[in-house]
């Protein structure tokens, strides 16, 4: 005896795994998660800081742009009862685009192009001789399309390769602020 009520769960079955929100063999796999635009907060682990250090003056956050751009810190913030310890900030970044990859009879494929930025850096910020650190903003914007072109693989050098949309995506960054013979950071913003 067959039953006739299992039939509705297996045609829906059936049509989820047929619709169209699947992907191709040629798809791109886009990351679920992205950073967007918005101000990232961070804190600073005096437990990775010389002495008693702590936050005098500032804020610690970084700004993302709508243009994908980062600045870390609208202003300058300042960090007091480090001795004189020397530090460095490093901001490194990672974007992403799906470049469309055509070759002469108009066969398309979709292929992502991720290019990492060039890592941002203070160099040694210099304590002041009250024991202070003063770290200035730094920034970095997002990559060219003739970079985000050249980072991209076609099946072969006859392909013409153009960025679909328009649109690159900011992956991931993460900032650092670490004091000289420390291994871990003082300050440490990520987002991805």
């Known amino acids: 005896m067959r ?54 003056s500032g804020s610690i956050n970084c700004v993302v742009g709508s243009d994908l751009s980062i600045t870390f810190s609208s202003g300058a913030y300042q960090i007091n009862g480090i001795g004189h310890t020397n530090a460095t900030a490093t901001l490194v970044s990672s974007y992403s685009a799906t470049v469309d990859c055509t070759n002469k009879g108009g066969n398309l494929v979709e292929v992502k192009s991720t290019a990492q930025s060039a890592p941002v850096s203070s160099g040694p910020i210099p304590s002041s001789k009250n024991g202070s650190l003063v770290v200035q903003p730094i920034s970095t914007s997002g990559p060219s399309t003739a970079t985000l072109l050249a980072a991209a693989t076609c099946p072969n050098g006859n392909w013409t390769k153009t960025l679909a949309g328009g649109t690159v995506t900011l992956e991931s960054f993460t900032y650092t602020l670490t004091f000289a013979g420390f291994s871990f950071p003082a300050v440490s913003i990520s987002a991805s």
Do not use: E, K, W
């Open 3 to 56: 039953s006739t009520h299992l039939m509705p769960i297996a045609m829906l079955a059936f049509a989820a795994a047929c619709s169209d929100t699947t992907t191709s063999p040629t798809s791109v796999d886009r990351p679920t998660f992205l950073v967007t635009a918005g101000n990232y907060a961070g804190t600073l682990n005096t437990s990775n800081t010389p002495g008693g250090g702590h936050l005098q």
